[in-house]
């Protein structure tokens, strides 16, 4: 049967005593005595001048005797002060070091029953402060993680919702015969599983970037390559949308990264920028290097962001508000015109979210900058630099 911790320590302090009092008694049975008779004989013999040496030896024998036992009482009630007094304090270190243990204990059974919002004291001593410092902050981020996938969940099933709902109009529709099984219907009913099967496998993928189990293949490449190439594959969208891409990306940029991770990066701000950019406008990629750092802006025209929601653009399924359309001036018949709004991607909703994480599973990371709604953003994709 294991010892509790109250007993352990008082058995190290009685363990303690005992060794120094048989150290002590063997002192005073055999070293102590012989240097009193060597300081008793002298006074023995001034006392004693005028008797035989039987007498002489008698008393000195006495003496010895009481010594002896004098210093063998006292050495009894040492020992038997220093154990009362090895109870108290044994008694009151535990007390202090039981206390904010048995604290620590309620606290993770609390956590471990899912009631994260327990806390610790946290006690004056260091290394319990530390301690429960520690288990406090466990607390608080199992909270958080709790509280994102339930908000995961929420979202996740929103996201599903709408196409669902569609395919569940759809196939009523058909089973009542209200639509017959035409190209345009069935092919409505392929993008909405399309649109599924996309939200799935943006979530597999967000879930191994979040969880940091990307498959990365490090790799020498040129950040401003991959750009450059990037851009070339989404160039005819470009065309089609009337928009203007612009690429200055002619010097090298070496880095370590998996080409196919960091293309997916790149393709996915440059098709959000051309969704949020409207006819007429232009996207321009720029390549650059800084001190150790190689830099990639997607810079475009478009929609903007508001200064809320550059940051709040990389949390997942947020998508930014979709700004008013500007006004043109009245036409023939006094109605106000309306210029043609950005686009607004119809993905869903994650792919800057795995873009970031993909980002500083390289070590570095996309970041937003926008002057306000209506006037364009920038994204920076940043990588360090490969010495050597």
Do not use: C
Not at 46 to 53: F, R
Request: aromatic share 4%; hydrophobic share 45%; net charge positive.
């Amino acid at each position: 049967m294991t010892m509790r911790l109250p007993g352990r320590l008082f058995l190290s302090y009685a363990v303690v005593i005992a060794v120094g009092a048989v150290a002590a008694y063997v002192t005073i049975r055999l070293i102590a005595p012989r240097f009193f008779e060597r300081e008793a004989e002298a006074v023995i013999r001034a006392l004693l001048a005028g008797h035989d040496l039987q007498t002489r030896r008698a008393l000195r024998g006495t003496v010895r005797a009481a010594f002896v036992s004098a210093l063998t009482t006292a050495l009894l009630f040492g020992t038997l002060a220093s154990v009362a007094v090895a109870a108290i304090a044994a008694a009151l270190v535990t007390r202090r070091l039981v206390r904010p243990l048995n604290e620590v204990r309620r606290a993770t059974r609390l956590i471990a029953e899912g009631r994260y919002q327990a806390s610790v004291p946290v006690p004056r001593a260091p290394e319990l402060a530390g301690l429960a410092t520690d288990v406090n902050t466990l607390a608080t981020r199992l909270a958080d993680t709790e509280e994102r996938r339930s908000r995961l969940l929420g979202e996740v099933a929103h996201e599903m919702r709408t196409p669902l709902t569609a395919l569940e109009g759809y196939l009523e529709g058909l089973i009542d015969g209200v639509f017959a099984p035409e190209p345009e219907v069935l092919g409505a009913v392929s993008d909405e599983l399309r649109r599924l099967r996309r939200l799935a496998d943006d979530l597999s993928a967000l879930s191994r970037s979040e969880a940091q189990r990307l498959d990365v293949t490090l790799a020498a490449t040129d950040l401003a390559a991959l750009a450059d190439k990037a851009a070339t594959r989404l160039a005819p969208q470009f065309t089609d949308a009337g928009v203007r891409l612009s690429v200055e990306a002619a010097a090298p940029l070496p880095v370590w990264a998996d080409p196919d991770r960091i293309t997916q990066v790149l393709t996915n701000i440059l098709g959000n920028a051309l969704a949020a950019t409207p006819p007429g406008g232009v996207v321009t990629v720029r390549a650059a290097a800084l001190p150790g750092l190689a830099q990639v802006t997607i810079a475009d025209t478009g929609a903007g962001l508001a200064a809320a929601d550059l940051e709040r653009v990389f949390e997942r399924f947020y998508r930014a508000p979709r700004p008013p359309a500007p006004q043109e001036p009245p036409g023939q018949h006094g109605q106000p015109g309306q210029q043609e709004q950005p686009r607004r991607a119809a993905g869903s909703g994650i792919g800057l979210t795995i873009a970031r994480n993909i980002a500083r599973a390289h070590g570095g990371d996309v970041t937003a900058l926008s002057a306000g709604p209506g006037q364009g953003a920038t994204f920076t994709v940043t990588l360090p630099l490969r010495s050597g």
